[in-house]
Structure formats: structure tokens, C-alpha cells
């Protein structure tokens, strides 16, 4: 079975500045998705960013951006710019390529944001 | 586009009271649709998953139950509720993985109190 694993239950950042935040999972498929989803306070889980395992540029939106290390199966996120509404629970998600199959969650990296 | 809707969004029962939370899709047709409980302090645990109508598969076996009577509803249910049931629950849908998107498209949440 797969499993997702973030170490780091809590992080912390100042605005502006530069953090990244660990993934690692483990999976015998060799087609997959994975995910770093956001939820704010509001609890509403929002997609920051997708990587397909085909793909082997890492994915940026915006001021996110991935390091995907197919062979460490390794999927870090690196939040640049940090800003007050980047604070957040984040979780990493794994999803197979196969039909019918559903995300398997981290257990979630807690980011607070400092002025 | 597309909508997903979960209600109630608050709910406070007593032990051994029913359940019924509720879940619908718009602006897709045959959706996978999944009900997902995210415990205080932890991730995200998979509860059931539906490839259709009439098709539910179970993750986790307890006193939940879910149904789907339409191409984009999707119930969870209780007959008799457990303090362990305590918690808040995101129903979430998504398009085949054959899709190459991949990505879960969550609703607001239900946050359920059993005292």
C-alpha cells in the first residue's frame, strides 16, 4: 500500500523570506500523481500545486514550486516571498494513475508566517 | 464550472443519534466522488469512494455507512453516532485519473460534534 509521510509537524517562516517544507512517500507504481494541497483556517483545501511521475521538470506556480526526486521518492515544496497568507496546514498527497483510486494524505506540516 | 456542495456545515449530535451528511456535484457528470474525516490534530483519512451509482467501496470499517442514489450525489450516513465519530468531513470529487488531471476538488466541509 502507499504511504505519504511528512516529518515535520510544524514549521515556521518570516514574510519574504524562503521555506520549504518535506514529502516523502513510498509506492511501487511507476504512474502517479502528487499533490501539495493548502487549508487555511477556513478549512477549505485548496490545490497549490500537482506533479504528474512522467514529468520530470519540477512544477512552479507562482511563488510555489516542487523538488521531485523520482528515485528518492522525494516531493518537497518551496514556498518563495513567504506571506501572511501563506499560513496554513499543507498536505502532501499521493494519487495513482489508475481509474478509480483515491488521494492518500500526509499527515500535514502546520506553516505559520511572521511579520 | 464546477460546484461541490456539503451540508449541514455544523452539526451537534448526541451518542447514538443518526447521521446524514449530504454532497452534490454540479456542472460534471459521472464524477468519482469521495467522503473523507480529518480527526483534530490529524490528516486526512479515507472513508469511502464511489466510481458510480451503486458503487461504494469502504476504506475503513466502522458505524459509517455511505450511499449514492444519483450520478453526483453522495451520502454519508450513521444509524447510531460514537463520540470517535467526532470530527470534521470533506466530500470531494474528481474526473477518472485517465483524465491526466488527477487532482480532488473538495467542498466547504461538515464539522460534526457527537456529545
Known amino acids: 500500500a502507499q504511504t505519504v509521510t511528512q516529518s515535520q509537524p510544524e514549521m515556521s517562516v518570516q514574510e519574504a523570506e524562503t521555506v520549504t517544507l518535506s514529502c516523502t512517500y513510498d509506492t511501487s507504481e511507476s504512474d502517479y500523481y502528487l499533490f501539495w494541497y493548502k487549508q487555511p483556517p477556513s478549512r477549505q483545501m485548496i490545490l497549490v500545486i500537482r506533479?504528474?511521475?512522467?514529468?520530470?521538470q519540477n512544477a512552479t506556480e507562482n511563488r510555489f514550486s516542487v523538488n521531485f526526486q523520482k528515485a528518492a521518492k522525494s516531493f518537497s515544496l518551496k514556498i518563495s516571498d513567504s506571506q501572511l497568507g501563506d499560513a496554513a496546514m499543507y498536505f502532501c498527497a499521493y494519487r495513482s494513475a489508475l481509474a478509480g483510486t483515491a488521494l492518500i494524505f500526509g499527515k500535514g506540516t502546520t506553516l505559520s508566517v511572521s511579520s | 464550472s464546477q460546484t461541490i456542495h456539503q451540508w449541514p456545515a455544523t452539526l451537534v449530535q448526541p451518542v447514538g443519534s443518526p447521521l446524514s451528511l449530504e454532497c452534490t456535484v454540479e456542472?460534471?457528470?459521472?464524477?468519482?466522488l469521495y467522503w473523507y474525516r480529518q480527526a483534530a490534530g490529524r490528516g486526512l483519512q479515507l472513508l469511502f469512494y464511489s466510481v458510480g451509482i451503486g458503487q461504494i467501496s469502504s476504506e475503513v470499517p466502522q458505524n459509517l455507512s455511505a450511499s449514492r442514489p444519483q450520478d453526483r450525489q453522495f451520502i454519508l450516513s450513521s444509524k447510531k453516532l460514537l463520540l470517535s465519530d467526532s470530527g470534521f468531513y470533506l466530500c470531494a470529487w474528481s474526473v477518472d485519473p485517465s483524465e491526466k488531471t488527477g487532482e480532488l476538488f473538495f467542498g466547504e466541509g461538515s464539522r460534526l460534534t457527537v456529545l
Open positions: 506533479q504528474e511521475a512522467y514529468k520530470q
Open positions: 456542472g460534471t457528470s459521472n464524477p468519482n
